[in-house]
């Protein structure tokens, strides 16, 4: 099955029985299976820029749950489309790839790669004309119609911002902690 444009990835989409309900598939189908065909297709329609298709992929009950350093609430269908074009905007040629996905159940996780050029506005910060490639991780619960019903994911931010230039500074907590490191080895020497 191609799914080489957006007008065919909907019609596909619609005959696929990747959204049918379970009867509707042949028995060499599993749950399974089709979770992480259709994990693998959100990103495949994310890449194109298709927001009905990438729309489509979600359930009506749709919540996400990014990483609190990004945004520190549960996402619904229409604040998650507002997150994903934030990203687009900072990043126009980010482009994702499947690293490897596992799945069990109503579950498929997936290690993403991500790679762009910051060349528009991106969380307050001006383009920096840098490219960046970092990783993260989701975990996708699936209806029983095949449709993503939670998502929760995990991005390197760390990495991103230092390859944007950003120097990150240690928290209180943590800053004591590496001023006594050398002062510990220096005492040890004399």
């Given at each position: 099955m191609r799914?080489?444009?957006?007008?065919?990835?909907?019609?596909?989409r619609r005959a696929s029985p990747l959204f049918n309900d379970r009867s509707a598939?042949?028995?060499?189908?599993?749950d399974v299976g089709r979770?992480?065909?259709v994990s693998?297709?959100?990103?495949?329609v994310f890449n194109l820029r298709d927001d009905a298709a990438e729309a489509d992929v979600r359930a009506p009950e749709f919540i996400a749950?990014?990483?609190?350093?990004?945004?520190p609430d549960p996402l619904r269908s229409e604040p998650w489309a507002k997150f994903l074009a934030?990203?687009?905007?900072?990043?126009?040629?980010?482009?994702?790839?499947?690293?490897?996905a596992v799945g069990e159940n109503d579950l498929v996780a997936q290690r993403i790669h991500f790679e762009g050029t910051h060349t528009g506005v991106f969380q307050g910060l001006p383009p920096t004309g840098k490219k960046v490639a970092f990783e993260g991780l989701?975990?996708?619960?699936?209806?029983?119609?095949?449709?993503?019903?939670?998502?929760?994911?995990?991005?390197?931010?760390?990495t991103l911002l230092q390859q944007l230039g950003l120097i990150v500074i240690p928290g209180p907590r943590l800053l004591p902690r590496i001023l006594a490191s050398p002062l510990t080895k220096l005492r040890k020497k004399r």
């Open positions: 799914w080489a444009d957006a007008t065919g990835l909907v019609r596909l598939r042949g028995p060499n189908v599993t979770n992480k065909e693998r297709r959100w990103i495949e749950y990014p990483p609190a350093s990004l945004d934030g990203f687009v905007e900072g990043f126009p040629d980010l482009r994702l790839t499947v690293e490897v989701e975990l996708n619960r699936h209806g029983d119609d095949g449709r993503v019903v939670e998502h929760w994911f995990q991005l390197d931010t760390l």
